[in-house]
């Protein structure tokens, strides 16, 4: 009885997610296209028209494959759980396996497998149809093929370990099995910062040290007056694959490091880049990065505790299409595991826009922060060129953009910056 009330609660989160995604999508094209016909008058001294345009066509094109992903993986996620196909993987892995470890392993590894697959020909189409028809693929396909291939390699050294330390947590660690399982994972992650910018990044990109000594000599002046230590101060070759521009913060203690988009460094004038290094700088000054991984590993260790209830819940299986395995040593936590990946976010989409609003505020306060220590009308002038480089709609609906946004709408954020420069 359970079982069926679950589903059908399942299935009321997941039109409910589908209807308010949907709604949003139509109302931002809707109001993308009204806006089309003219700049905005704000930015009419900056912006072109065609710039304008470019970026409406650009929210437009995206915003519709966006609607296409969301009902190809809808019908993805359905297929898996209430039409069974997760069932019938796992029974074709416990033929081949006999249950136990290899067959939780084994199911874990064919689940992405297919998952992954059904992506192949998505990212395909994302970057080789959209993005190249506004001119941002600097991909050729060996270089897609090869990022996937170095992918799968990455996915296999850290997450294969992973997976089964977290098995044998489940099977072996009684009760508070959720509680060691945080533990490993809150290290898991740590363990990543340290080694995405110092490790993982340098396999997808070249790194270089900036070279240009004027603007380092203006940027290490801008990091003693903030007092921001760090030798790493590096440009990624971005090129290579987008024309899309950034810079970004990432890494903490020792491996801590700036680096800034090749694209971006030939596009901003020296005191642009020192403005925009000023945000990110305010970022780590006003311990964004800090709060960011403190509220993610308390979410998680919610949703371990969580975990570790449901899975011993028969209705959280059955309710999902699948039977579990509860028979000792048939090795049932694999499925669990893949079931929570799946149905966690039905349920926590909804919530999606608190945590935008943390992020918008966390930009207006890194911008406030950069009008402090540098001239705010360099970052005003730096944010105009990256939302035409990247064709960002400067006209995004309200709703959709609160709903989702991690930075505030241009109009405002710049409207802040102006203020504070008056
Ligand atoms: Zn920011």
Same mark, same amino acid.
């Given at each position: 009885?359970?079982?069926?009330?679950?589903?059908?609660?399942?299935?009321?989160?997941?039109?409910?997610?589908?209807?308010?995604?949907?709604?949003? +999508?139509?109302?931002?094209?809707?109001?993308?296209? +009204?806006?089309?016909?003219?700049?905005?008058?704000?930015?009419?001294?900056?912006?072109?028209?065609?710039?304008?345009?470019?970026?409406?066509?650009?929210?437009? +094109?995206?915003?519709?494959?966006?609607?296409?992903?969301?009902? $190809?993986?809808?019908?993805?996620?359905?297929?898996?759980?209430?039409?069974?196909?997760?069932?019938?993987?796992?029974?074709?892995?416990?033929?081949?396996?006999?249950?136990?470890?290899?067959?939780? %392993?084994?199911?874990?590894?064919?689940?992405?497998? $297919?998952?992954?697959?059904?992506?192949?020909?998505?990212?395909?189409?994302?970057?080789?149809?959209?993005?190249?028809?506004?001119?941002?693929?600097?991909?050729?396909?060996?270089?897609?093929?090869?990022?996937?291939?170095?992918?799968?390699?990455?996915?296999?050294?850290?997450?294969?370990?992973?997976?089964?330390?977290?098995?044998?947590?489940?099977?072996?660690?009684?009760?508070?099995?959720?509680?060691?399982?945080?533990?490993?994972?809150?290290?898991?992650?740590?363990?990543?910062?340290?080694?995405?910018?110092?490790?993982?990044?340098?396999?997808?990109?070249?790194?270089?040290?900036?070279?240009?000594?004027?603007?380092?000599?203006? $940027?290490?002046?801008?990091?003693?007056?903030?007092?921001?230590?760090?030798?790493?101060?590096?440009?990624?070759?971005?090129?290579?694959?987008?024309?899309?521009?950034?810079?970004?913060?990432?890494?903490?203690?020792?491996?801590?490091?700036?680096?800034?988009?090749?694209?971006?460094?030939?596009?901003?004038?020296?005191?642009? %880049?020192?403005?925009?290094?000023?945000?990110?700088?305010?970022?780590?000054?006003?311990?964004?990065?800090?709060?960011?991984?403190?509220?993610?590993?308390?979410?998680?260790?919610?949703?371990?505790?969580?975990?570790?209830?449901?899975?011993?819940?028969?209705?959280?299986?059955?309710?999902?299409?699948?039977?579990?395995?509860?028979?000792?040593?048939?090795?049932?936590?694999?499925?669990?595991? %893949?079931?929570?990946?799946? +149905? &966690?976010?039905?349920?926590?989409?909804?919530?999606?826009?608190?945590?935008?609003?943390?992020?918008?505020?966390?930009?207006?306060?890194?911008?406030?922060?950069?009008?402090?220590?540098?001239?705010?009308?360099?970052?005003?002038?730096?944010?105009?060129?990256?939302?035409?480089?990247?064709?960002?709609?400067?006209?995004?609906?309200?709703?959709?953009?609160?709903?989702?946004?991690?930075?505030?709408?241009?109009?405002?954020? %710049?409207?802040? &910056?102006?203020?504070?420069?008056?």
């Amino acid at each position: 009885m359970y079982s069926h009330a679950f589903s059908m609660l399942f299935v009321a989160f997941l039109l409910l997610t589908l209807a308010v995604r949907f709604w949003l +999508a139509s109302r931002q094209l809707r109001h993308v296209l +009204a806006n089309r016909g003219a700049v905005p008058a704000e930015f009419a001294a900056t912006i072109p028209l065609a710039a304008h345009q470019k970026a409406a066509d650009y929210t437009v +094109a995206r915003t519709k494959f966006g609607i296409v992903t969301m009902f $190809i993986n809808a019908a993805v996620l359905v297929g898996f759980t209430l039409l069974g196909g997760l069932q019938w993987l796992s029974v074709q892995v416990f033929g081949l396996t006999g249950g136990g470890m290899a067959y939780q %392993i084994g199911l874990l590894v064919a689940f992405a497998a $297919i998952s992954g697959l059904i992506d192949v020909p998505i990212d395909w189409y994302r970057q080789f149809r959209l993005e190249e028809r506004f001119g941002f693929n600097k991909m050729t396909p060996g270089l897609f093929l090869a990022d996937m291939l170095k992918g799968l390699g990455l996915a296999a050294v850290l997450g294969l370990p992973l997976a089964w330390i977290v098995l044998e947590l489940m099977a072996s660690a009684g009760d508070l099995w959720w509680l060691y399982t945080w533990l490993v994972w809150s290290g898991f992650q740590l363990l990543m910062m340290v080694l995405f910018p110092t490790v993982i990044a340098p396999l997808f990109n070249k790194f270089t040290p900036l070279a240009d000594e004027t603007l380092k000599a203006r $940027i290490e002046g801008l990091m003693r007056r903030v007092g921001f230590a760090s030798k790493g101060l590096f440009v990624m070759d971005g090129s290579k694959r987008s024309a899309h521009g950034n810079a970004y913060f990432s890494g903490f203690g020792a491996a801590k490091r700036i680096v800034f988009f090749d694209t971006l460094l030939a596009r901003l004038a020296p005191q642009e %880049i020192e403005a925009v290094l000023a945000h990110e700088l305010g970022h780590f000054k006003l311990k964004h990065i800090v709060k960011r991984i403190g509220l993610m590993f308390a979410l998680s260790l919610a949703f371990l505790a969580l975990l570790g209830w449901l899975k011993n819940q028969v209705w959280f299986y059955t309710g999902l299409g699948v039977s579990p395995l509860i028979a000792p040593g048939q090795g049932n936590d694999a499925l669990a595991l %893949i079931l929570f990946m799946l +149905a &966690l976010p039905v349920f926590t989409f909804l919530f999606g826009p608190l945590a935008s609003l943390s992020s918008r505020k966390h930009e207006f306060e890194a911008d406030a922060f950069a009008a402090q220590h540098t001239d705010a009308r360099d970052l005003v002038s730096a944010l105009v060129k990256m939302y035409e480089d990247n064709a960002s709609t400067l006209t995004p609906d309200p709703l959709h953009s609160a709903f989702y946004d991690s930075h505030p709408p241009a109009s405002v954020r %710049i409207q802040h &910056l102006n203020s504070a420069a008056a």
